[in-house]
């Protein structure tokens, strides 16, 4: 299978700090050789950028060890099984359409499998 285009799927997960959901993202490209995902970011009212964002305007604040661990569910709260979640928020130089979730240790999307 491989790379999934964004021309192929747009799938909406819901992106969670523990167990507030703090935005949504749709997915729109998956590498499944690389087990990556990712798509647009579309922040919540519960979204802090200081405390989830991975990438902060060029800041890596995981490597500072402030950010908190996000998860991704399904419209049905299923958990995708990966290995780390990041958001890249560079909303406040670039504009509000410049934030992105990228998704590692992707094993299975099954939404986007068969397409």
Not at 12 to 39: C, E, N, P, T
Not at 59 to 84: F, H, K, M, T, Y
């Amino acid at each position: 299978m491989g790379y999934v285009s964004p021309m192929d799927v747009k799938l909406i997960y819901k992106v969670r700090a523990g167990d507030v959901v703090i935005g949504s993202v749709a997915l729109d490209h998956w590498d499944q050789f690389m087990g990556v995902a990712g798509g647009p970011f579309y922040p919540h009212e519960a979204y802090a950028p200081h405390l989830h964002a991975t990438i902060l305007d060029g800041v890596d604040l995981n490597e500072a060890g402030q950010r908190l661990p996000l998860n991704i569910v399904d419209s049905d709260d299923v958990q995708l099984n990966c290995e780390a979640v990041a958001i890249q928020d560079w909303a406040s130089s670039v504009g509000d359409d410049a934030r992105e979730v990228t998704i590692f240790g992707v094993e299975s999307l099954p939404s986007f499998e068969g397409k």
